[in-house]
Nanobody
Framework: VQLQASGGGLVQTGGSLRLSCAASGGTFSSYNMNWGWFRRVSGEERELVAFIRGSGGGNRAYYADSVKGRFTVSRDNAKNSVYLQMNSLKPEDTAVYYC?????????????????????WGQGTQVTVSS
């Protein structure tokens, strides 16, 4: 399974960007996939931004406190895709953003908060917010 992320770029403080990530190859059930978005600032650990559960988890979305109310994660199962709408962007949102997928419908909720809970990763897309 390959994940292809896109949509990063340069934006001013207060602006918006929409990241996309599509899965292809292999055999999987898009409906059962748990999707995550992480980000990493150079020299730091990868941190969770948001994730959205598959149908087994009611397609519920969860967010890091730092992005609640500003970011929205959504999915389109027909397109094997996940999106991250980022509004009211701040300079501290500057990072490389990664999408990730967990294929198991049995993954417990707590496992999705950590990078190790995901099986596949996209290549990363740079988001830069200028002040």
């Amino acid at each position: 399974v390959q994940l292809q992320a896109s949509g990063g770029g340069l934006v001013q403080t207060g602006g918006s960007l929409r990241l996309s990530c599509a899965a292809s190859g292999g055999t999987f059930s898009s409906y059962n996939m748990n999707w995550g978005w992480f980000r990493r600032v150079s020299g730091e650990e990868r941190e969770l931004v948001a994730f959205i559960r598959g149908s087994g988890g009611g397609n519920r979305a969860y967010y890091a406190d730092s992005v609640k109310g500003r970011f929205t994660v959504s999915r389109d199962n027909a397109k094997n895709s996940v999106y991250l709408q980022m509004n009211s962007l701040k300079p501290e949102d500057t990072a490389v953003y990664y999408c990730a997928a967990d294929m198991s419908p049995l993954t417990i909720l707590s496992g999705l908060y950590y990078a190790r809970g995901y099986d596949y990763w996209g290549q990363g897309t740079q988001v830069t917010v200028s002040s």
